[in-house]
């Protein structure tokens, strides 16, 4: 595999993994995203309740 680092090709993966830490940089990708926290607007769902009732246009 190709080494976007240091330039060379690697057969190992070990090896690939070292010379990447050793460039100083680092191999993501693996890593599990945290979960996303969708948070409403204040008073949206007030909003929405009087849209719902007709109160509000």
Known sequence: MHNPADGRMYDSKRAFQRAVRAAGCEII????PAPR?????????????????????
Do not use: C, D, Y
């Open 29 to 32: 990708g693996n890593e599990r």
């Open 37 to 57: 926290r969708h948070e409403s607007a204040p008073g949206l769902g007030q909003t929405i309740a009087e849209v719902v009732r007709g109160e509000r246009r």
